[in-house]
């Protein structure tokens, strides 16, 4: 399926990454490197430079931590939404959050996609994503709260729980107005899983691209790959792109990242193997 946000056409054999901006003092990766303005612009800056298609724009640590309200949230994302659309009128930019309200306003902003990490905990917010005709990420968490672990989780199933989860969020949305080629899916590793969890759904992930939803993969630095390889989170970037690699051969299509530039080096590996993209150069044996 071809992939319409914004002013973005992705065909169905290209890949993008969505750069991860975090807006937040106690980021699981950066530890707040990106919380002030000027610094999470100058972010957005250097990911367009290596090659992100997509920057995604969170106000709120993903794990548990401190409270935020709406009202913070927003202050948080609501002016760098604003100042990355100025700056960038073809950039497609997404929003990290499971708030409607939160949603809603920075669509008014200019967002261009709604990355709902917490499977529609807010069931409004498919309705956000109708209005103002965005897209939408259909995620799983196996029921979880937002911000909250998972504990002693179970899955007869794991990969068919999340492939009836996310297909049934993104056929409501549609129901809802939602444009179909605006919907992505993310089985959504570590959320509401355990790592054998994570880990089965990297190897049987060919399985959700067959539903014919476009797969969005946010796997970068997350605790299946420390806990896989035993490493912290500083030292995860080698499995990260392991598991980026693999993800690409089975048929995701947009990848979430911290690390842009060797994120689109893999990408744009995986693709020339796949014989959808001519090395950038031809010389050997040529001459």
């Avoid at 169905?12 to 999470?40: E, K, W």
């Avoid at 409607?100 to 967002?111: D, F, I, K, N, S």
């Avoid at 499995?239 to 048929?251: D, E, N, P, V």
């Amino acid at each position: 399926m071809t992939l319409h946000l914004g002013r973005t056409t992705l065909e169905d054999d290209r890949c993008a990454v969505m750069a991860i901006v975090n807006r937040t003092p106690d980021s699981f990766f950066d530890n707040g490197a990106t919380y002030a303005l000027g610094a999470a612009l100058d972010r957005v800056d250097a990911v367009v430079a290596e090659g992100a298609a997509i920057v995604d724009v969170g106000g709120v640590k993903a794990g548990n931590g401190g409270f935020v309200d709406v009202d913070e949230e927003l202050r948080r994302t609501a002016d760098l939404v604003s100042a990355v659309r100025s700056r960038y009128p073809d950039l497609v930019i997404s929003v990290d959050t499971w708030r409607a309200e939160v949603a809603r306003e920075l669509c008014e902003r200019g967002a261009d996609l709604i990355n709902d990490s917490w499977a529609g905990h807010d069931p409004d917010i498919a309705m956000v994503a109708s209005e103002y005709d965005v897209g939408l990420v259909c995620s799983h968490t196996g029921g979880l709260e937002p911000r909250t672990d998972p504990h002693r989780v179970a899955y007869d199933d794991v990969v068919s729980d999340v492939i009836a989860t996310v297909t049934r969020l993104a056929e409501r949305a549609v129901s809802l107005g939602v444009r179909r080629n605006a919907i992505l899916v993310d089985p959504t590793h570590d959320f509401g899983k355990n790592t054998w969890h994570s880990l089965e759904l990297t190897r049987r992930l060919d399985e959700l691209v067959a539903t014919g939803w476009p797969v969005l993969i946010a796997l970068s630095n997350k605790d299946f790959i420390g806990e896989t390889l035993d490493l912290p989170t500083d030292d995860r970037l080698v499995g990260t792109l392991a598991a980026t690699a693999i993800s690409a051969w089975q048929g995701a299509r947009v990848f979430r990242a911290h690390h842009v530039r060797e994120t689109r080096e893999v990408l744009d590996m995986v693709a020339s193997i796949a014989g959808h993209r001519p090395p950038a150069v031809a010389r050997r044996g040529l001459a």
